[in-house]
């Protein structure tokens, strides 16, 4: 059983496209994060939620606490963007729970 | 300032050696966090560290693994006797409070083989 469920687990978009990434959770949680892993293998956090959305440049992260539900998206998508994209659900306790990852490529 | 850092960056081990991975918190940073990505998979939670207590080590997959951390500083993760099911990248993050709260900085990882 998988706490956290990502869709699609692959994407491939061309450059300028609008992205939609999904993160739906089983467990009540305190906070959800996406991460961001590059090619190489480091990984990034890009946002930290518990309500609401939050945007930071080309960016939006929003979740909705009562469907247990998070979507991330990517505006105007840009070959630099090809990461593998981490919902990471956080119950009370410190114990994380993450998706399987949602692996984006944007071809220019 | 400086960010996490892991050392070795790579280690190769033959197997039923045991292996010690080095974590270097951002400074000043109290929580601390190890995780496992094994190839092709998704990243596991093993254990975190509020100062230097551990109070929750669920993620530990068998009792060959263990970690300590002294006081707000440097982390080490013991892995007894490896097996090769223990090859994956082992990942070191650190937050100013608890990640539940804080956004999370990670290092670059262990890649570790057991031959």
């Known amino acids: 059983k998988n706490e956290v469920e990502q869709s699609p687990q692959n994407l491939t978009a061309q450059e300028g496209e609008f992205i939609t990434i999904n993160c739906s959770y089983s467990v009540g949680i305190s906070a959800l994060h996406w991460l961001q892993q590059h090619p190489g293998g480091g990984i990034v956090s890009l946002f930290m939620l518990s309500s609401g959305k939050k945007k930071h440049g080309r960016l939006i992260a929003t979740i909705n606490i009562q469907e247990k539900h998070s979507s991330l998206h990517i505006t105007a998508s840009h070959p630099r963007d090809s990461a593998v994209y981490i919902c990471a659900v956080a119950p009370a306790g410190n114990q994380f729970y993450f998706g399987t990852g949602t692996s984006l490529t944007v071809i220019p | 300032g400086a960010g996490v850092s892991q050392s070795p960056s790579n280690k190769v081990t033959e197997k039923g050696k045991d292996v010690e991975l080095r974590c270097d918190p951002i400074s000043g940073h109290t929580a601390l966090y190890w995780y496992r990505q094994r190839l092709g998979q998704g990243l596991e939670f093993l254990i975190y560290f509020q100062g230097n207590s551990a109070p929750d080590k669920s993620g530990l997959p068998s009792d060959r693994f263990s970690a300590e951390r002294t006081g707000e500083s440097v982390s080490t993760l013991t892995i007894q006797r490896t097996q090769q099911e223990d090859s994956a990248v082992y990942l070191c993050?650190?937050?100013?409070?608890?990640?539940?709260?804080?956004?999370?900085?990670f290092g670059p990882g262990t890649r570790l083989t057991v031959l």
């Open positions: 993050a650190s937050s100013p409070g608890l990640a539940v709260n804080n956004e999370q900085f």
